[in-house]
C-alpha cells in the first residue's frame, strides 16, 4: 500500500489535520487535493498549537514533499502570510509545491462571495466568504487564472484584466467598490519571486512518486457531507472532499487509489446553515462543546453538536469507498452516563438508512437511536484499544459493527501522542 486518502464523513471539522499530521511521517507525500481556505486543520504537538488553512498538513515533516493539488483554489495573499507565519515559528517550507493548474483567488472573488451569500437572504448556505464558490465559477466558466499563468507576466495581465472587467461589472450592479487591474497587476507580481520556484506540474509530481513507490497520502478539506453532488445540497461547499474526485484533482489514474480513510469524532458537528439530524440542544451539547473546544478553526464560530449518525458513516462508506475509520475526541464523551448512536431515520412515517438527495426531505428525517452506557476513567493517557474502559470498547466496536467498517486508530486527545493505533 502506497497511497492513502484521508477524507472527513461529515460536514468537516473531523481531525483530518492531526491524523494526516500523525501518518504523514509514513509517508514521502502529502497532498492536498481541494478546497480553499475556507477550511481549517488544527494540529498540536510539543507543547506547540499550529492552524492551517490551505498548506497540507504533512508540511511538519521535513523528509515529506507537499503539495497544492489542481483541485484546490488558493488566495495568493493568504498562503504567503500562512508560509510566513509557519517559517516564523521555525517549520522549514522548502519541502512545499503548488500545482500550476491550481486557480487563483482575487480580492474581487471575496466581494462577489459576500454579495451572492447576501442576496440569498434567509436562504444564505453559511459560506466563509473567501472567494471560493466565485472562483470555482470561474474555472468552470473558462476564465478563471491558474499559478502557471504567473509565470508569463503578459498573459497574466491580458486575463487579468479581462477578469477584472467583468468582476467590476457585476459589483457596479450593486453599488459596490470595483477593483484596478493594475493596482492587482502589481500587487501579485510583487509575489511571484516568493512563489516561481514551488510551482510544478503535480500531475507529473505525484504519478512518478507512486510509479517510484513512494508513498503518497491525500487530504482533503472539509467532509463528504458537504460534497458538491452528494452531500446536503445546497448546504455544501464549492468542490468534492469525496475520495472519488482526488483522481481527476490531482491529475492521477484511479487505479493508484487503494486505501482511503475517513475521520469521524465520536459525535457529530456542523458548522453554518443546513440539517443536522442528530443535532442536540441540551447541557449535553454545551458540554460537549466546552470540553472539545468546538469552534471553526477558521471562523471561530460555535459548532452544533449531535450525537454520531451511523447513516452519515454508511453514505461515505458508499460515497468513497471507506476501508477504514478513525475515531477522533473520543475522550470528549468521558464523564456522560448514557451516550445515543443514531443507526436509521425515521422520513415521514418509514424507516430508512440513507440520506434523501432533497433537503426538504432529509430536513424532515429524524433520528433512530440506540443508547449505550458511557464511562467516567480519564483515556487521555491510553496507548492501547485493550486498556479503554470496556463501555468505550463496547462504543467502538457498536460503530464497527453497524457501519461494517474496520475502526483502525483511536484519537484521546489533540498530541500526536494520543492516538491509538489498532
Not at 484546490?72 to 500550476?100: A, F, H, R, T, W
Not at 507580481?189 to 504519478?207: E, P
Not at 458537528?269 to 443536522?276: K, M, P, S, Y
Amino acid at each position: 500500500m502506497n497511497s492513502l486518502i484521508v477524507v472527513g464523513t461529515g460536514w468537516g471539522d473531523e481531525g483530518k489535520g492531526k491524523l494526516t499530521d500523525y501518518l504523514s511521517s509514513k509517508f514521502d507525500v502529502c497532498v492536498r487535493y481541494q478546497g480553499g481556505n475556507n477550511a481549517g486543520h488544527t494540529i498540536k504537538f510539543n507543547n506547540k498549537h499550529f492552524a492551517l488553512n490551505l498548506i497540507p498538513s504533512g508540511i511538519f515533516n521535513s523528509t515529506t514533499m507537499n503539495i497544492l493539488s489542481n483541485g484546490m483554489v488558493i488566495d495568493l495573499k493568504v498562503l504567503i502570510k500562512e508560509l510566513n507565519s509557519l517559517i516564523s515559528q521555525g517549520i522549514n517550507c522548502e519541502n512545499l509545491y503548488i500545482s500550476n493548474r491550481a486557480h487563483i483567488i482575487f480580492p474581487y472573488h471575496i466581494a462577489l462571495d459576500e454579495i451572492f451569500e447576501n442576496l440569498k437572504g434567509d436562504k444564505k448556505v453559511g459560506t466563509t466568504k473567501r472567494g471560493i464558490g466565485p472562483c470555482y465559477v470561474d474555472k468552470y466558466m473558462r476564465i478563471g487564472i491558474r499559478f502557471g499563468d504567473l509565470l508569463n507576466k503578459n498573459s497574466f495581465y491580458e486575463k487579468l484584466s479581462l477578469n477584472v472587467d467583468y468582476a467590476n461589472k457585476l459589483l457596479s450592479l450593486f453599488g459596490n467598490t470595483t477593483f484596478d487591474k493594475d493596482e492587482i497587476f502589481n500587487e501579485y507580481m510583487s509575489y511571484i519571486n516568493i512563489i516561481k520556484t514551488k510551482i510544478i506540474d503535480s500531475s507529473v509530481f505525484i504519478t512518478n512518486a507512486l510509479n517510484e513507490n513512494k508513498k503518497v497520502i491525500f487530504e482533503g478539506a472539509q467532509g463528504i457531507m458537504l460534497c458538491l453532488d452528494h452531500g446536503t445540497y445546497p448546504y455544501v461547499t464549492s468542490s468534492s472532499p469525496s475520495a472519488s474526485s482526488v483522481a481527476l484533482n490531482c491529475g492521477i489514474a484511479p487505479q493508484y487509489i487503494q486505501k482511503v480513510l475517513g475521520i469521524t469524532k465520536a459525535y457529530s458537528t456542523r458548522v453554518g446553515e443546513g440539517t443536522l439530524p442528530t443535532e442536540i440542544f441540551c447541557e449535553i451539547s454545551k458540554k460537549i462543546r466546552k470540553i472539545g473546544n468546538e469552534y471553526g478553526t477558521t471562523t471561530g464560530r460555535k459548532r452544533r453538536i449531535g450525537w454520531l449518525d451511523t447513516v452519515i458513516l454508511k453514505h461515505g462508506k458508499r460515497i468513497s469507498g471507506i476501508t477504514d475509520l478513525a475515531i477522533t475526541l473520543l475522550d470528549v464523551l468521558t464523564g456522560f452516563e448514557k451516550l445515543k448512536i443514531c443507526i436509521a431515520y425515521e422520513l415521514d412515517g418509514k424507516t430508512i438508512d440513507f440520506i434523501p438527495s432533497s433537503i426538504e426531505e432529509f430536513s424532515r428525517c429524524k433520528p433512530i437511536y440506540i443508547e449505550l452506557d458511557g464511562w467516567s476513567e480519564d483515556i487521555t493517557q491510553i496507548k492501547s484499544f485493550n486498556d479503554l474502559p470496556d463501555n468505550a470498547k463496547k462504543y467502538i466496536k457498536t460503530i464497527e459493527n453497524i457501519t461494517k467498517i474496520k475502526i483502525s486508530i483511536i484519537s484521546v486527545g489533540p498530541d500526536r501522542n494520543q492516538t491509538i493505533e489498532i
